[in-house]
């Protein structure tokens, strides 16, 4: 059974630079979601995928946008970067029901100068 | 709307040593509660989970009890190991539906010989 894959791994773009982001869910899953993790702190949730609708939105905006494939892989995508967007993306998937465990994926790194 | 209150780190134990993370929530209902651990460089792991009150999560020698009284989810280990240096998140996920975590800000554990 494959994991959560993230990618890329690392990135480094400029302010004002548009972005995206990557995720396979684990086999099975239908469910997907985004967090974004700044340094230090805990994981604050964008979004959430289910069959390829968004399914619950965080406090960002809208600059923040993403989109799930039939085969349930996820993009984020991030246009109009700024400094403070630095961190670590994080993917989860679930089975989309309630209370099921997300299953984490390793993380991209993005750095904003 | 939904919260988690973790104690402030950094902890620094001795190997074998008893460890205690204190973590209270806000939030209606009934929700799940989790703890994830990070180990350095890496994507987030979950540890173990309680879904209703009294009821006792555990896994690799942690415990945490869901206490619906004290709206608490204290994760316990009786002797730690150096491989258990990591970040600790508590999180939440609410009766409102949309599986959507809420993280604490993580509670870095330093494991020394």
């Known amino acids: 059974e494959t994991g959560v894959t993230q990618s890329p791994t690392h990135l480094i773009k400029t302010r004002g630079q548009q972005v995206t982001l990557r995720c396979s869910s684990q086999?099975?899953?239908?469910?997907v979601s985004w967090y974004q993790q700044a340094l230090g702190q805990g994981p604050q949730f964008i979004f959430q995928?289910?069959?390829?609708?968004?399914?619950g939105r965080g406090n960002f905006p809208p600059r923040f946008s993403g989109l799930q494939f039939p085969n349930y892989s996820s993009e984020l995508d991030v246009n109009a970067l700024e400094l403070d967007d630095s961190a670590l993306y994080l993917c989860?998937?679930?089975?989309?029901?309630?209370?099921?465990?997300?299953?984490f994926g390793p993380g991209t790194r993005l750095t904003v100068l | 709307g939904n919260s988690v209150t973790q104690m402030e780190g950094p902890v620094t134990l001795s190997e074998e040593a008893f460890l205690t993370i204190n973590c209270t929530y806000t939030?209606?209902?009934?929700?799940?509660l989790f703890w994830y651990v990070q180990y350095p460089g890496e994507g987030l792991q979950l540890l173990l989970k309680?879904?209703?009150?009294?009821d006792k999560g555990s896994n690799k020698g942690f415990e945490a009890t869901y206490r619906k009284e004290t709206t608490s989810f204290h994760l316990e280990k009786g002797s730690v190991q150096v491989s258990d240096s990591a970040v600790y998140f508590c999180?939440?996920?609410?009766?409102?539906?949309?599986?959507?975590?809420?993280f604490g800000t993580g509670t870095q554990l330093k494991v020394e010989l």
């Open positions: 989860a998937s679930s089975l989309g029901g309630t209370r099921d465990t997300q299953y």
């Open positions: 939030a209606t209902g009934y929700p799940s």
């Open positions: 086999s099975g899953h239908n469910t």
């Open positions: 995928y289910y069959r390829e609708e968004e399914n």
């Open positions: 999180a939440l996920e609410g009766t409102g539906g949309g599986n959507k975590l809420t």
């Open positions: 309680a879904t209703k009150a009294d």
